[in-house]
T-cell receptor, first 110, second 113 residues
Framework: SQQGEEDPQALSIQEGENATMNCSYK?????LQWYRQNSGRGLVHLIL?????REKHSGRLRVTLDTSKKSSSLLITASRAADTASYFC??????????FGSGTRLQVQP | DTEVTQTPKHLVMGMTNKKSLKCEQH?????MYWYKQKAKKPPELMFV???????INESVPSRFSPECPNSSLLNLHLHALQPEDSALYLC????????????FGNGTRLTVT
């Protein structure tokens, strides 16, 4: 069963613009992770944010976590055509394997 | 390039066939996973092996049979599958179960005819 829901389901932007994806989840977590999946490939881990952290940066990625609202957001700044992929949040409750959200399909137009 | 290797990349099988999917990692990870992913959907957990023992089976039909011969290898044996089992089957590994990022292979695209 899915723990997280993501919105938007699909997002189309121009190169250079910022892309923001949101993830909501239902139960308490130890950490939340974001993954990227290029078409027909495996998922690649992008960033992990722990439940006691509010914000984390990695290169052009910025992740926020609001445990009171059970939500997270992923911001990709200055997007590139190569950022075109599906992005999934995944919640770690410490009691079972990761559960993935429904995903956001990002299209970056050159 | 991924550090988790899955073979074959593509597989077409009939409903009466028996086939196996293979997964290998050499990162010293002690947890390995099988996920199933349908088009435009998130991966769904099937099985988890922790220290070579099956720790989670997400009520997967018995026509899917996992095997972990050693800490580096994970197999998924397939028998009498249905067309609705067609999907991308992803293997993943992590340092330990339940608390660390997953490293995924590129998957096996399975088509059941």
């Amino acid at each position: 069963s899915q723990q997280g829901e993501e919105d938007p389901q699909a997002l189309s932007i121009q190169e250079g613009e910022n892309a923001t994806m949101n993830c909501s989840y239902k139960t308490s977590i130890n950490n939340l992770q974001w993954y990227r999946q290029n078409s027909g490939r495996g998922l690649v881990h992008l960033i992990l944010i722990r439940s006691n952290e509010r914000e984390k940066h990695s290169g052009r990625l910025r992740v926020t976590l609001d445990t009171s609202k059970k939500s997270s957001s992923l911001l990709i700044t200055a997007s590139r055509a190569a950022d075109t992929a599906s992005y999934f949040c995944a919640t770690d409750t410490g009691r079972r394997a990761l559960t993935f959200g429904s995903g956001t399909r990002l299209q970056v137009q050159p | 390039d991924t550090e988790v290797t899955q073979t074959p990349k593509h597989l077409v099988m009939g409903m009466t066939n028996k086939k196996s999917l293979k997964c290998e990692q050499h990162m010293g990870h002690r947890a390995m996973y099988w996920y199933k992913q349908k088009a435009k959907k998130p991966p769904e957990l099937m099985f988890v092996y922790s220290y070579e023992k099956l720790s989670i089976n997400e009520s997967v039909p018995s026509r899917f049979s996992p095997e972990c011969p050693n800490s580096s290898l994970l197999n998924l044996h397939l028998h009498a599958l249905q067309p609705e089992d067609s999907a991308l089957y992803l293997c993943a590994s992590s340092q330990g179960p339940y608390n660390s990022p997953l490293h995924f292979g590129n998957g096996t695209r399975l088509t059941v005819t």
